[in-house]
């Protein structure tokens, strides 16, 4: 049980454009999200964290425009990266918990590369 | 906010050896400590986790012990096999999880 889906795995993107990826708990309703960012060789660095239906809490130095951040349904939340340039070249993981209390769960991370 | 130190950066062992890492919190208020482990090019998996109102838990070759009083928890794996190889990483939480603190990582090596 737990499973936490994240699509694509990979992709490859030119400069000036966006990318969206989707993270999904597939057998248990996510209240919360949390978005990671994580550079080779270190550990996760929390961007975001997202409950359904409201608003993301985007962390101290996160630009909110750039890394939109969608929680719609209590499965779903989405991570899009506008105008991406390569500096935003990472490896970006999503997790999700159930109800308080409850373990967190990683999806397993989209390698992002921009050209 | 909380703070959490993780040691050692990378374990080298031998298969069959047991390996033990450490991890140190600052809020004495943190009460939820899960360990996860990261093969390369995954996201982490949970592993083990242990509340604050418990001194250790097993699950089979894996253990984990808190100390509550020194602000210290650690993961043993023993019998270690080759595909124990990865990077692991402790965290700490408290309240009702809405925040979680990752230590740095320790990459374990097997060696068969």
């Known amino acids: 049980g737990a499973v936490v889906s994240q699509h694509p795995s990979r992709v490859i993107c030119k400069s000036g454009t966006s990318v969206k990826i989707e993270c999904r708990s597939l057998?248990?309703?996510?209240?919360?999200m949390f978005w990671y960012r994580q550079f080779p060789k270190q550990s996760l660095m929390l961007m975001a964290t997202s409950n359904e239906g409201s608003k993301a809490t985007y962390e101290q130095g996160v630009e909110k425009d750039k890394f939109l951040i969608n929680h719609a349904s209590l499965t779903l939340s989405t991570l899009t990266v506008t105008s991406a340039h390569p500096e935003d070249s990472s490896f970006y993981i999503c997790s999700a918990r159930g109800t308080v209390n409850s373990p967190l769960h990683f999806g397993n991370g989209t390698r992002l590369t921009v050209t | 906010g909380e703070n959490v130190e993780q040691h050692p950066s990378t374990l080298s062992v031998q298969e069959g050896d047991s390996a033990v890492i450490k991890c140190t919190y600052s809020d004495s208020a943190s009460n939820y400590f899960p360990w996860y482990k990261q093969e390369l090019g995954k996201g982490p998996q949970l592993i083990i986790d242990i509340r604050s109102n418990v001194g250790e838990k097993k699950d089979q070759r894996i253990a984990v012990t808190l100390n509550k009083t020194a602000k210290h928890f650690s993961l043993h794996i023993t019998e270690t096999q080759p595909e124990d190889s990865a990077v692991y990483f402790c965290?700490?939480?408290?309240?009702?999880?809405?925040?979680?603190?990752f230590g740095s990582g320790t990459k374990l090596n097997v060696k068969p």
């Open positions: 057998d248990f309703q996510a209240t919360t």
């Open positions: 965290a700490a939480s408290m309240g009702n999880f809405n925040k979680f603190y």
